[in-house]
């Protein structure tokens, strides 16, 4: 039995680098649900031709269940960036403005210019916007801004609650999972912005999300401190309100790009 613990735990960490793509399926739901909540409703009637009787929430998880289809094995690069430590704005902007790989930057850009076409087939125009909605949620998770070399947090080994995981992996699903709460409930938990922070953050072009995401990542990295790290409640109580954030900043700043698009 020891054995194959050993077995287990060993192919725990072989798998879950592999899964840790975005978001877990709560936290794009979570985004795509603050989104809804923020929308015109000119912008949902619109969506309702595109999506129908599929929510923006639900819609969120396309990009990921996909991924068991090989056909779409070209999405998987989409999801992310990663950049090397110790960049300032400046040098962020440049190299996304600069950018010709396919990652989340480019790609986001390209399912924009995309959806403003007026003769796009109905069936491109849906997996369009629900590639949009996931990748916009995407950025907004911390390492999906993280270090190349360790292939945004993958390779940070940790414990959840004695669980072997990756850092990875608890900023997309384990922290957000740890509260309990559906992704209706979890919305109307974050869900408190002023006009004028709506409109700020909703000004805010995507190489400041992406900034704020590659800042936040950088301090998840230092903040661990010696390899397979045992996280548990202190780790929640002092970034739960990082996670809040950048799921309601998420939301917040989805509804403005499908305002812009369809409203």
Same mark, same amino acid.
């Given at each position: ?8 735990? *060993?192919?725990?960490? /072989?798998?879950? @680098? ?7 399926? +709560? !936290?794009?739901?979570? #985004? ?102 996931? *990748?916009?949620?995407? /950025?907004?998770? @911390? ?7 360790? +292939? !945004?947090?993958?390779? #940070? ?107």
């Amino acid at each position: 039995m020891r054995a194959f613990k050993k077995i287990l735990a *060993l192919a725990l960490f /072989v798998y879950i @680098p592999l899964q840790s793509m975005g978001w877990g399926m +709560l !936290g794009h739901r979570i #985004v795509g649900e603050v989104a809804d909540r923020h929308i015109s409703s000119k912008t949902r009637k619109n969506i309702k031709k595109i999506l129908g009787n599929e929510s923006i929430a639900m819609a969120s998880n396309w990009a990921d269940f996909i991924k068991s289809d090989p056909t779409y094995n070209y999405l998987d690069t989409w999801h992310y960036v990663n950049l090397k430590e110790g960049l300032n704005f400046q040098q962020v902007e440049v190299y996304l403005h600069q950018d010709t790989v396919t990652d989340a930057y480019t790609k986001i850009n390209f399912l924009i210019s995309e959806l403003k076409k007026k003769d796009l087939p109905q069936a491109q125009k849906q997996m369009n916007l629900r590639l949009l909605i996931h *990748l916009i949620g995407d /950025v907004h998770q @911390p390492m999906h801004v993280g270090r190349p070399e360790d +292939l !945004g947090g993958n390779r #940070v080994r940790l414990e959840w609650f004695n669980q072997p995981t990756n850092l990875h992996r608890v900023w997309d699903s384990q922290l957000i999972e740890y509260q309990q709460l559906s992704y209706t409930e979890y919305a109307t938990a974050i869900n408190f912005t002023t006009k004028d922070q709506v409109k700020t953050w909703q000004r805010q072009l995507a190489p400041e999300w992406f900034f704020e995401s590659y800042q936040i990542a950088d301090k998840l990295y230092k903040g661990i401190t010696k390899p397979e790290e045992k996280l548990s409640y202190r780790y929640n109580f002092d970034h739960i309100e990082t996670l809040n954030e950048r799921l309601l900043k998420g939301g917040v700043r989805l509804a403005g790009v499908l305002d812009e698009l369809f409203g």
